[in-house]
């Protein structure tokens, strides 16, 4: 069974940082695309920031400059460094997998169960 499980999440002040993991466990030969996503209380889901195996990285307008994604392929893992924190970052962040091949079959659009960041002003 595929699990994507984050961690990392907590409690910062602005100007601060944190470094999310998200690790994708279970029979998996590929990944296509890892990103994060978030969700403020009272707002839609939207794309922090994704990368595809072997691409190049996209990210939303509000965490350009600020937020770094990386993966470690060997790991199944994916990273969100987060500086410059701002109390508009506060959300639940998840980490989702867009296409994982495993030995079984093609999963599609897996999501972990979220992690909390909070910004204090």
């Known amino acids: 069974q595929v699990q994507l499980v984050e961690s990392g999440g907590g409690l910062v002040q602005t100007g601060g940082s944190l470094r999310l993991s998200c690790a994708a466990s279970g029979s998996i030969l590929r990944i296509n695309t890892m990103a994060w996503h978030r969700q403020a209380p009272g707002k839609q889901r939207e794309l922090v920031a994704g990368?595809?195996?072997?691409?190049?990285?996209k990210y939303g307008d509000s965490v350009k400059g600020r937020f770094t994604i990386s993966r470690d392929y060997a790991k199944n893992t994916v990273y969100l460094q987060m500086n410059s924190l701002k109390p508009e970052d506060t959300a639940v962040y998840y980490c989702?997998?867009?296409?994982?091949?495993?030995?079984?079959?093609?999963?599609?659009?897996?999501w972990g169960q979220g992690t909390q960041v909070t910004v204090s002003s």
């Open positions: 989702n997998a867009d296409t994982l091949v495993t030995t079984t079959g093609v999963l599609v659009d897996r």
């Open positions: 990368l595809p195996s072997g691409g190049r990285p």
